[in-house]
């Protein structure tokens, strides 16, 4: 999948932010994780793109494709 395509739910000095892979800046900031993952998900889902979601001390915790996927294998959990 391509890396635009990626959105990474990241730690943020205000909670959570969701950014695009290789971004300077976040897209949108959260209080919550869940409030990121979801608008994660919501983005990822119009663009058929990959969630990544990392803990709050940056390790990947979980990822998730949606759309065409080209890989067969399934998602893989951290």
Request: charged share 30%.
């Amino acid at each position: 999948m391509a890396n635009s395509k990626r959105i990474h739910v990241v730690p943020h000095s205000d909670g959570f932010a969701v950014k695009r892979e290789g971004a300077n800046r976040a897209g949108s900031v959260h209080t919550t994780q869940q409030a990121a993952i979801d608008a994660a998900r919501d983005t990822a889902r119009r663009e058929s793109g990959e969630v990544v979601i990392h803990r709050p001390n940056g390790q990947i915790r979980d990822s998730d494709s949606y759309g065409s996927d080209p890989s067969s294998s399934k998602d893989t959990k951290h």
